[in-house]
């Protein structure tokens, strides 16, 4: 007697299958990256133009000529990115910079949004 084989869309009654025989997949999951935000600054006539050099050095990590581009385009256009960050990030760069601002009596203002 020659056994025939089994497919998947055969009933089930198969020689030695059940029927809760069938195909197991295996589902991949992917993570996905976490939103990106933006910081900005925003122009003001009273902060100096040297702190907010100094603020873009010291709290973005940029170097002179880098901090004097951007607060040139902060002066001229009245708000410039100055770094994309996770959410968590944005949220403390924004603080430290208001925070160091305000103890130094500038009304410099820093702002984040979703990218």
């Known amino acids: 007697m020659a056994l025939e084989p089994y497919t998947l869309s055969d009933n089930g009654n198969g020689p030695g299958r059940g029927p809760e025989t069938g195909l197991m997949t295996r589902t991949?999951?992917?993570?996905?990256?976490?939103?990106?935000?933006?910081?900005?600054?925003?122009?003001?006539?009273?902060?100096?133009?040297?702190?907010?050099?100094?603020?873009?050095?010291?709290?973005?990590?940029?170097?002179?000529?880098?901090?004097?581009?951007?607060?040139?385009?902060?002066?001229?256009?009245?708000?410039?990115?100055?770094?994309?960050?996770?959410?968590?990030?944005?949220?403390?760069?924004v603080a430290q910079v208001m925070d160091f601002a305000r103890r130094h009596q500038h009304p410099l203002q820093c702002t984040m949004e979703k990218e």
């Open 28 to 93: 991949k999951t992917r993570t996905q990256r976490p939103p990106l935000f933006k910081v900005m600054l925003l122009n003001d006539d009273y902060t100096p133009m040297e702190f907010v050099v100094h603020v873009l050095e010291r709290f973005f990590g940029l170097n002179h000529a880098q901090a004097f581009e951007i607060m040139l385009t902060v002066h001229k256009k009245g708000l410039a990115v100055v770094g994309v960050f996770s959410y968590e990030i944005a949220e403390t760069k």
